[in-house]
């Protein structure tokens, strides 16, 4: 479908004037546009999440004090000590 407004209105007040949606203009829902799988974390989730992070951490320090630590363990050990 082929839109155009040559009065220069902008995309979505166009489509909205004919009673459209931007979704309405494709074949299938576009990747971006898909509902999320699910919603947030619970707290318990969270809560498991964090300590299990936080075994990691404490796993990959004490290879790093042993001077075992690899460039992989490294990264990973950056990820698992960031902040959320």
Known sequence: MLLHC???CETADVIAAIGLSFGDLFDRPLEHHLPPIRG???ARELLEL???EAT???MLAD???AGTLTPEDA???V???APA
Do not use: M
């Open 63 to 65: 290879k790093a004090a």
């Open 79 to 81: 990820q698992a000590a």
């Open 50 to 52: 964090n300590a299990h």
């Open 56 to 58: 990691v951490a404490a």
């Open 40 to 42: 947030g974390f619970n």
């Open 6 to 8: 040559f009065g220069g």
């Open 75 to 77: 990264q990973r050990l």
